[in-house]
């Protein structure tokens, strides 16, 4: 048999499909699975843990963390900087784990780009009312706030054809079942393991 | 939501690999999958039944089929003609049941040509040792024939990279749940279903 590197699997959408609880469902349900931390130069808020929530930094390390291109992504927002890390993930990945990833959708470009064998999963909501339901279920939003999100989602949608799986989020524990499909099927793709399925052979026939 | 046509399985490897295995225990676990059926000039041994083991045809008929393009694939052995036809198998699919045809390699790539949203998965033995005793195994050749088959499966194997997937089949129930994970995820492949799904929410914006 061939050895298989970890996968990672970048879960994103608009906001309001609920990425952040099949997140959070799936790594419960498959241990092994590491989340992947962001880097941050904002302050930690009450009763947030340094690497469990963020890995907080100053604003000069993580400038030079930049400078080192050791981000799969970054973004600075209000004048702090988010990031993504990449050698926490690849660690992971060299040893076999697979790595979820649950990011906004600019962040999760950078990603593919970056790392083209990143899994990009669309998180799409069962419909449009549905999702503006949820948006205004929140109760954290103003109405400009909450119609100002539901119009950003539509155009977000039309951005589904630079990913590479969509999953409908209508039961939470179907979507989770689905990504269990996707890895499991990614990990069977020719593409990722022709040369190691064809060296394994040839050093057994040499052996025969 | 969006309406899902059925996938075309295809089945292939080299011979002792245990598709045919694999192939029975997944139609008995899906039911609703279909078994493709092939065409064939010769004549029904005892036991076989028209329609279940193979669709009997004259020589004439069947080469009307070939020269009305009714076929996905076929070829001519020792002076009779075998097939896949079209037509039983696209209705299945136009109805969203998944088909599953197990065939011989260059069967598989035929079919492939014809069909490009067909699946093609490649059923690897676990080792080339574990070949080659299941091919002695089955005691219906002479040594010489073994011999002949365990050379040409490496070179099958070889042919790896025109498949979409691969399994390697050591245990029969996990070769049938990677199966069944490699159908789940490609109904949800963005590249299958993007424009359904751009359409389906603009129908619904519009109503909004």
């Known amino acids: 048999m061939i050895n298989k590197k970890g996968l990672l699997l970048v879960l994103s959408g608009p906001s309001g499909t609920g990425k952040g609880t099949i997140c959070k469902k799936y790594l419960e349900k498959n241990k092994n699975v590491k989340l992947s931390i962001s880097a941050t130069t904002r302050k930690p808020r009450e009763g947030e843990i340094e690497g469990i929530s963020y890995y907080y930094k100053t604003k000069q390390d993580f400038e030079e963390m930049i400078n080192n291109n050791e981000f799969l992504e970054y973004a600075s927002i209000y004048d702090n900087y988010y990031g993504t ?81 969509f999953i409908f989020n209508n039961v939470v524990e179907k979507s989770v079942e689905e990504i269990h499909g996707i890895v499991y099927s990614e990990k069977n793709k020719v593409i990722r393991y022709k040369n190691e399925i064809l060296d394994m052979f040839e050093r057994e026939l040499e052996k025969c």
């Open 85 to 165: 890390p990449k050698k926490a993930i690849f660690d992971e990945l060299e040893k076999g784990n697979d790595v979820i990833l649950e990011i906004e959708m600019q962040g999760a470009m950078q990603v593919k780009k970056a790392y083209p064998e990143a899994v990009c999963i669309f998180i799409l909501p069962p419909s449009l009312l549905e999702l503006k339901n949820r948006i205004v279920g929140r109760g954290t939003e103003t109405p400009e706030q909450i119609e100002k999100r539901f119009n950003s989602a539509y155009d977000e949608i039309k951005k589904l054809g630079d990913y590479d799986y």
